[in-house]
């Protein structure tokens, strides 16, 4: 008999909250999940930004840019023997691409006006060249390529010479046709012959030469 009272009174008494306590409860918990909702949203818009643009890009390209010819600068900016580095903007980029739209390509004045625009990518892996007035060579980093001034290769893994950009001027002012990157799969798509430098002297040595489309051995037909 004394255990079962002993008993009872062990047992406590259930407590309920008041009826204010629950309600702010109940709206603090739905405070915070509106709250995350809320932030939740602006993370999602602000991932999908990018990947919508991606997707979208393309369509929103236009031909025109492949086209499109890019100022690099002023005559005065070039002096005659001499071989500069320049950023160009790649018009093929949209805006949110930020500083991967700018390229850089190195310009050569012959004389007058007579340019070179090199690709700063080594013709064999793609490294970006550079050029050392003072041995009058462009040298790639990566794998030890080096060019002569005029782009041809001089020595090293790369089977060919610099890439050149097609170029103009127009009045004062030199200008790069930039849409279209100088690579042997752009100049195969136009099929026009690429332009190919051997040997030392530039003027003497500059041939076009057709370059055949690379093709799958094992396909049929
Ligand atoms: Fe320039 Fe290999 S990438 S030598």
Known sequence: MDTIE????????V??????VRSAKHS????????????????????????????????????????????????????EGETRLVNYRNPVTTSWDGQTGDVPCWVRRV??????????NCAHLGCPVR?????????????????YA????????????????????????LMISAGKMPTLANQARNETPLLQIEGADSAKRLRAVEQPVPRCGSCQG
Request: glycine fraction near 10%; proline fraction near 8%; aromatic fraction near 12%.
């Open 28 to 79: 603090r918990r739905a405070f915070l999940f509106k709250l995350s909702l809320l932030v939740n949203g602006a993370v999602g818009a602000v991932m999908a930004v990018p990947i919508i643009g991606y997707l979208l890009g393309p369509a929103e390209k236009k031909d025109s840019s492949y086209d499109s010819w890019v100022t690099l600068g002023p005559l005065t900016d070039f002096p």
């Open 6 to 13: 002993q008993n009872s009174q062990d047992v406590q008494p």
């Open 15 to 20: 407590r309920t909250e008041p009826e204010s």
């Open 111 to 120: 004389s007058g006006t007579t340019f070179q625009v090199f690709a700063i």
């Open 150 to 173: 005029d782009g041809s290769r001089a020595s090293g893994p790369p089977e060919r010479g610099l890439f050149e950009y097609e170029h103009k001027v127009t009045g004062d002012t």
């Open 131 to 147: 050029w050392f007035a003072q041995s009058k060579l462009f040298l790639c980093p990566c794998h030890g390529g080096a060019y």
